[in-house]
């Protein structure tokens, strides 16, 4: 087969900002459905980039041309790159223009992870005619829960800055290749992706002069609305859930930081899309995978999940084709082997089918923190159990923002180094960690679902956060990560109306965790950690009230934080037991 290939394309926007985009089309006689990818990381080198998703010669080998697009302001394309602001009406009209060629048949495709997927979400939100499906890998419909803040409205920290810092590297080599003379940012910028740790421990948090001037959008608008405010509604695509008629394949990873809103946007979507096509086209993929290119093979330094866990080794391209083959060309059998949902289920690390999320046959078991002294102690106190507690207990510890619990894998996007499942078992030695495990398992138990932890807690502060991770300790000692969460308490009833707490008052909250899928072998144990901080997985709380991004260190204030458990508090963790 030959191709057509426009390296220099121009496609204009409403306001006449024009983006550049290279076009791939088989040279036929009938007009050809198009996938596109905008992208704000270069469009010439996204072939080697776009991991998880369909290799390009198959896309064109299958009959599609392909549209490869930098987003407004980065790269090639003109104007000036604010992330987010133009995505849904740059994503429209570029849609409509390839729509429109005479090449084309009028159906389009997207694709592409993080914030190539964001993108695809505000281009459907807008009803574009044009827009037939789209394939979303790790990423967001909801910008505020996922990627800047959290479902518990603690700042998504070394994201944030990490990101920040990169695409601000970007615009000072832009800059350069003008003629400006920014050799001096561009160094401080290579130094601070270099040193993640001097980045994220600087306070205050919103003084950033040379990200400001570079990216001003990230100081004023990621970190200056702490609350989910007019401006993030105004951006969550997933709030117009009831106008979008797009199909999507949603893949997400179980240890990347965007699983929340990959499994909640599958369900809104599921549940309100405007039409009954949009509807019954939602499928899922969920992998053992973070959202760096090291976690995507499946491996981190602490548990490999074998060869069948990475991306590659998925079967991604052949399902993602499948799913345009069915929705952009209309071919309505070309779904039909593959089932509506495939999940990864660690501990046996095996894919499984299944008929939706969350599993229909799942029972929510509660799994009680209980103990006779405190779950802090060197002698492991804390017990997890089912059977329900007997005797009440307040565990009490101090959470110090100046010595915060160090962030160890999980949903972190570490960019450069490992996240996903490490072992926490370094951690269970400090005094403001507590830990609650169960009998050594002598039978399997799966759990699969989503994760919530009701506690019962109180704070001598007037704001603080509690957190939960699930682990699953291996009988060597090793305790992986499989799921956490965090809650501010100013957010515990409204992430867009904060309420500070009465000193010494118990509170009820649940702690979301999010989901997993993993069977707990015999001779393996269940773990629960309970404490205030995964830092810098979220920015540290202050404990004062104030606005934190604001505050130095030298303001923050130490809180006694305690978890109250037993028959008048029953603390516990609810765990999704499949039983099969």
């Known amino acids: 087969m030959r191709y057509d290939i426009d390296l220099d394309a121009a496609v204009p926007m409403k306001d006449g900002t024009k983006l550049a985009t290279t076009v791939w089309r088989p040279t036929t006689q009938e007009p050809v459905p198009v996938l596109l990818m905008r992208t704000p990381y270069g469009r010439d080198g996204i072939a080697s980039r776009a991991t998880g998703a369909p290799n390009l010669f198959a896309m064109l080998r299958s009959g599609y041309a392909i549209a490869l697009q930098d987003c407004r302001g980065t790269f090639a394309s003109s104007g000036a790159f604010v992330p987010h602001a133009d995505e849904a009406a740059d994503g429209a009209a570029t849609i409509d223009w390839l729509a429109s060629q005479e090449w084309c048949s009028g159906s389009v495709g997207m694709?592409?992870?993080?914030?190539?997927?964001?993108?695809?979400?505000?281009?459907?939100?807008?009803?574009?005619?044009?827009?037939?499906?789209?394939?979303?890998?790790?990423?967001?419909?909801?910008?505020?829960?996922?990627?800047?803040?959290?479902?518990?409205?603690?700042?998504?920290?070394?994201?944030?800055?990490?990101?920040?810092?990169?695409?601000?590297?970007?615009?000072?080599?832009?800059?350069?290749?003008?003629?400006?003379?920014?050799?001096?940012?561009?160094?401080?910028?290579?130094?601070?992706m270099g040193n993640r740790t001097a980045l994220t421990e600087a306070t205050p948090i919103a003084e950033q002069p040379i990200l400001r001037r570079y990216l001003p959008w990230l100081v004023e608008t990621a970190i200056g609305?702490?609350?989910?405010?007019?401006?993030?509604q105004q951006l969550a695509a997933i709030d117009a859930a009831p106008t979008i008629s797009t199909p999507a394949l949603h893949i997400g990873g179980w240890y990347d930081l965007f699983i929340g809103e990959t499994l909640h946007v599958y369900r809104e979507m599921k549940a309100n899309a405007a039409t009954a096509r949009a509807r019954e086209g939602q499928r899922l993929v969920i992998g053992p995978w973070s959202h760096n290119p090291t976690g995507f093979l499946g491996y981190s330094p602490d548990r490999s999940f074998g060869l069948a866990a990475s991306m590659d080794a998925a079967g991604l391209t052949e399902l993602q084709l499948a799913f345009f083959d069915s929705h952009v060309k209309g071919e309505p059998d070309a779904l039909d082997r593959f089932a509506p949902v495939r999940l990864f289920v660690?501990?046996?690390?095996?894919?499984?089918?299944?008929?939706?999320?969350?599993?229909?046959?799942?029972?929510?078991t509660p799994f009680y923190l209980d103990g006779d002294g405190p779950a802090n102690s060197a002698d492991g106190e804390g017990r997890l159990?089912?059977?329900?507690?007997?005797?009440?207990?307040?565990?009490?510890?101090?959470?110090?923002?100046?010595?915060?619990?160090?962030?160890?894998?999980?949903?972190?996007?570490?960019?450069?180094?490992?996240?996903?499942?490490?072992?926490?078992?370094p951690l269970h030695h400090r005094d403001d960690v507590l830990v609650f495990t169960s009998e050594v398992l002598e039978e399997p138990l799966e759990v699969a679902g989503p994760v919530t932890a009701p506690?019962?807690?109180?704070?001598?502060?007037?704001?603080?956060?509690?957190?939960?991770?699930?682990?699953?300790?291996?009988?060597?000692?090793?305790a992986i990560i499989l799921c956490e969460g965090l809650?501010?308490?100013?957010?515990?009833?409204?992430?867009?109306?904060?309420?500070?707490?009465?000193?010494?008052?118990?509170?009820?909250?649940?702690?979301?965790l999010i989901a997993t899928a993993n069977v707990f072998l015999p001779g393996h144990r269940i773990l629960v950690e309970v404490s205030s901080s995964n830092f810098p997985r979220?920015?540290?709380?202050?404990?004062?009230?104030?606005?934190?991004?604001?505050?130095?260190?030298?303001?923050?204030?130490?809180?006694?934080?305690?978890?109250?458990?037993?028959?008048?508090?029953?603390?516990?963790?609810?765990?999704p037991v499949i039983d099969r």
């Open 111 to 192: 694709w592409g992870a993080s914030y190539v997927g964001m993108v695809q979400w505000q281009a459907a939100s807008t009803g574009v005619a044009g827009l037939k499906a789209i394939a979303p890998v790790v990423t967001t419909a909801d910008l505020y829960r996922a990627p800047w803040h959290s479902p518990g409205g603690a700042l998504s920290l070394d994201c944030t800055l990490g990101w920040g810092t990169m695409m601000a590297l970007n615009e000072a080599l832009r800059a350069a290749s003008t003629g400006a003379d920014v050799t001096e940012d561009i160094s401080a910028l290579t130094a601070m």
């Open 225 to 232: 609305h702490p609350d989910r405010d007019e401006h993030w």
């Open 346 to 364: 660690m501990g046996i690390d095996q894919w499984r089918d299944e008929p939706d999320w969350p599993l229909p046959d799942a029972r929510y």
């Open 385 to 425: 159990s089912t059977a329900e507690p007997v005797g009440d207990f307040a565990d009490t510890y101090l959470y110090d923002p100046r010595r915060p619990v160090p962030s160890h894998g999980g949903t972190m996007m570490n960019m450069g180094g490992y996240d996903g499942p490490l072992d926490q078992s």
């Open 455 to 478: 506690l019962f807690v109180s704070s001598s502060a007037v704001d603080t956060d509690f957190t939960a991770k699930l682990v699953d300790v291996h009988p060597d000692g090793r």
């Open 487 to 512: 809650q501010r308490m100013r957010y515990r009833n409204s992430l867009s109306a904060p309420e500070l707490v009465v000193p010494g008052e118990v509170y009820e909250i649940e702690v979301d």
């Open 538 to 575: 979220y920015d540290r709380n202050s404990n004062t009230g104030g606005v934190i991004a604001e505050e130095h260190l030298a303001d923050m204030v130490t809180a006694t934080n305690r978890l109250h458990r037993g028959p008048e508090y029953p603390s516990r963790i609810v765990l």
